[in-house]
């Protein structure tokens, strides 16, 4: 698309009204959006050998379930224990701790599993048919149901790391699974904002959104956005239409939609941006939920390209500059056509 057809605009600052954060959108920093590309492609595949592949099975940490479950070599999906946990499953749950000058800790019980989302080393989630993305997303349900058994966790997040500099350390494509023992400052002030809102307007924040110029694409069950403050240039968010807190709470026919659309936003992106290193991370919330925050919390994806690197001005202020005007953002990406 040419750029000619975008209006011209001159910097903004947008508040982001489900996350309570301020985007500084500066248009300067990046004349031609659609020019806006990743330097390097995000899966150089320089692994040489990977346990993560069929026939490594024996490489890695033990597992917990395969799909479909009675397989054998011919598994699809499998979800095994991180070797390199962030927190431990063998550790008791321990009250907090705080020492004499305020600081708190508590035991670092948790779990850290690995969804390994095809056999084969090559294979992109945004390669899988839309029914086995949807496949993928009722392991991390399936997964979660079984961790929300344990009365200590409290929330649990399901994130993607693609290329390097997004955090990938293995270029077979994954995901990951973390089950907390506490709930996240950044998740408790999203729930926050979206119950103030709640009790501002008498609406959740996420069913009132008018996507308008903002909307990319819709399936049966989902729409998917640009958000109006998005933090990243190309960020894109995929919303159920119907109110939900969790997750946890889609059925098979409603992943199997969002398998469809979470697909072909994960090829426009990387038609577009060519194949950026991103993270999708699966914003729900706290399991032990205050009954009063269900009407106001609603569960979304958040697909996060890194076009460019957090510098000390974000890190100072919490503040990100975006480049990239989202409506633009969801022009250009409207407007990028996938072969079947
Ligand atoms: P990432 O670093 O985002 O690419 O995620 C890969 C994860 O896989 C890391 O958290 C590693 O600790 C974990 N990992 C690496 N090798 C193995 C293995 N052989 N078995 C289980 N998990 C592994
Ligand atoms: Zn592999
Ligand atoms: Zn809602």
Redesign the pocket.
């Known amino acids: 698309m040419a750029d000619a057809e975008l209006p011209k605009r001159s910097p903004e600052l947008r508040k982001d009204k489900i996350n309570n954060k301020w985007v500084i959108f500066s248009p300067a920093r990046s004349r031609r959006p659609s020019d806006l590309k990743a330097k390097s492609n995000a899966n150089p595949n320089n692994q040489t050998s990977c346990?993560?592949c069929a026939g490594h099975e024996h490489?890695?940490?033990p597992e917990i379930f395969r799909v479909p479950a009675n397989s054998t070599n011919d598994w699809k999906i499998r979800v095994?224990?991180?070797?390199?946990?962030?927190v431990s499953r063998e550790l008791g749950f321990e009250n907090n701790r705080v020492s004499g000058q305020g600081d708190v800790a508590v035991s670092g019980f948790g779990f850290?599993d690995?969804v390994i989302e095809s056999p084969v080393h090559h294979v992109n989630l945004s390669d899988l048919e839309p029914v086995q993305v949807g496949e993928v997303l009722l392991a991390s349900k399936k997964r979660i149901e079984q961790l929300r058994d344990f009365d200590s966790i409290k929330y649990i997040q399901v994130f993607?790391?693609h290329g390097a500099s997004a955090?990938?350390?293995?270029?077979h494509s994954?995901s990951?699974i973390i089950a907390l023992p506490i709930v996240p400052p950044t998740v408790s002030a999203r729930l926050d904002s979206m119950t103030e809102y709640y009790k501002q307007t008498g609406k959740c924040s996420l069913c009132d959104i008018q996507p308008n110029e903002l909307l990319i694409d819709e399936s049966a069950h989902f729409i998917s956005l640009v958000p109006f403050a998005a933090t990243f240039a190309f960020e894109i968010w995929i919303i159920p239409r119907e109110h939900s807190s969790h997750f946890h709470e889609i059925d098979r026919e409603k992943a199997i939609d969002l398998g469809g659309l979470l697909k072909l936003m994960l090829l426009k992106m990387s038609l577009q941006l060519n194949n950026p290193p991103f993270n999708l991370l699966i914003h729900t919330s706290p399991f032990q939920d205050d009954p009063s925050y269900a009407p106001s919390t609603h569960w979304f994806i958040q697909i996060a390209p890194h076009l460019s690197g957090v510098g000390g001005f974000e890190i100072a202020t919490g503040c990100y500059i975006n480049p990239v005007f989202p409506e633009d953002a969801a022009k250009i990406l409207r407007d990028v056509r996938i072969s079947n």
């Open positions: 346990p993560f490489e890695c940490a095994i224990q991180n070797l390199y946990p962030a850290h690995v993607k790391n955090g990938a350390s293995m270029s994954h990951q």
